[in-house]
């Protein structure tokens, strides 16, 4: 298949909404799985997500506005699902989701995506520890290279608050670098 766009995924999705949605599995599946892991840390939490936020995307994709971007809306539908997941494991282990880094962290630890790379390990452990809100932006912002014009449409956050959260998490990442 040729290289698929957002704009031939709107047009498959008037006539055929199944063709759309391989489509867009094609072209964003594995951005969605990398912007899961990165905040579920383990593949299989993030393979859950991701097959969530398809789920969830394909009920919902008739109600779909087109003002917005399709990956925008993944984008939210997806951090959502991995949000909840977080919420359900920290429920699972009978601690607070902000308490959850320390099991995250032991994930990273063990998991073979950081092996053999401890400045990995430090810098996820450095973003464990932020709150969940700077979390999600930092992720967006370092990893995914989003604007925050991107991130506020996903978030539903002010730009001004999304570039004082990126500016405490990144004081915070260095703070916790520097410690260690």
């Known amino acids: 298949?040729?290289?698929?766009?957002?704009?031939?995924?709107?047009?498959?999705?008037?006539?055929?909404?199944?063709?759309?949605?391989?489509?867009?599995?094609?072209?964003?599946?594995?951005?969605?799985?990398?912007?899961?892991?990165?905040?579920?840390?383990?593949?299989?939490?993030?393979?859950?997500?991701?097959?969530?936020?398809?789920?969830?995307?394909?009920?919902?994709?008739?109600?779909?506005?087109?003002?917005?971007?399709?990956l925008t809306w993944l984008w939210s539908i997806a951090t959502n699902e991995a949000l909840n997941l977080l919420r359900k494991r920290a429920k699972e282990n009978s601690v607070s989701l902000d308490d959850i880094e320390g099991i995250l962290a032991a994930s990273a630890e063990g998991s073979i995506w950081f092996d053999g790379d401890a400045a990995a390990v430090r810098l996820q452990n450095a973003i464990l520890k932020l709150p969940e809100k700077q979390r999600i932006v930092f992720n967006m912002k370092y990893f995914e290279e989003m604007t925050y014009e991107q991130i506020s449409a996903v978030t539903g956050t002010t730009t001004g608050a999304l570039k004082a959260s990126y500016h405490h998490a990144v004081k915070k990442i260095e703070q916790f670098l520097e410690e260690d």
């Open 1 to 70: 298949m040729s290289q698929i766009t957002e704009n031939d995924i709107r047009a498959a999705l008037a006539s055929d909404a199944e063709r759309a949605f391989r489509m867009i599995i094609e072209l964003y599946g594995r951005k969605l799985y990398w912007h899961i892991r990165r905040l579920v840390i383990t593949h299989d939490d993030a393979d859950d997500a991701l097959q969530n936020t398809f789920l969830n995307a394909w009920k919902n994709i008739g109600s779909f506005r087109s003002e917005s971007s399709l």
